[in-house]
């Protein structure tokens, strides 16, 4: 009994550089409040990084208001959601990481905030609807949108 959605400062996943095939060693952190000048042409971007393998620029920037929360009903049928968009050039996401940031709503309207999934879990107790709110067995999924 639960909504489920990102509040996120900042995302985390591992990228593979689309030229070389190179998977990055660590994850890469990207934030919707950072953002850098495209080197070519005009606009910004969330995130610019060289591959270490080949040196090609890659660039990964978030699409606000794209995604949409998961529910109960979703998680139940064992769909995903797609809670957030991208654009990349020249890197594509292969692994997400779940940290801290996440909002959880239960159906009654009682909102859990800050939550951290880095454990790949969350319980708690709603007072309200005398229920548990429950979130577990997390995976992420990227497809590609044209």
């Known amino acids: 009994m639960f909504e ?21 060693p660590r994850e890469t952190c990207v934030s919707l409040g950072d953002t850098v000048p495209l080197p070519r042409g005009k606009g910004t971007t969330n995130l610019i990084q060289k591959c ?24 139940e049928a064992e769909n995903y959601a797609p809670l957030m968009l991208f654009e990349c050039r020249g890197y594509e996401p292969i692994d997400y990481v779940f940290g801290g940031g ?7 309207g009682t909102k859990f905030e800050g939550v951290d999934l880095s454990g790949g879990d969350f319980a708690e107790y709603d007072e309200e609807g005398e229920y548990d709110v429950k979130i577990s067995n997390l995976r ?3 497809d590609v949108v044209k």
Do not use: H, M
């Not at 990102?6 to 591992?14: H, S, T, V």
């Not at 620029?57 to 998961?70: M, Q, W």
């Open 4 to 24: 489920f959605f990102n509040l996120f400062a900042y995302l985390e996943f591992q990228l593979k550089c689309e030229n070389c095939g190179e998977v990055s």
């Open 52 to 75: 270490k393998l080949c040196l090609r620029d890659g660039t990964v920037t978030v699409i606000p208001g794209r995604g949409k929360p998961l529910t109960q009903e979703e998680s």
């Open 102 to 108: 996440w909002k959880v709503e239960s159906l009654e």
């Open 140 to 142: 992420s999924t990227f």
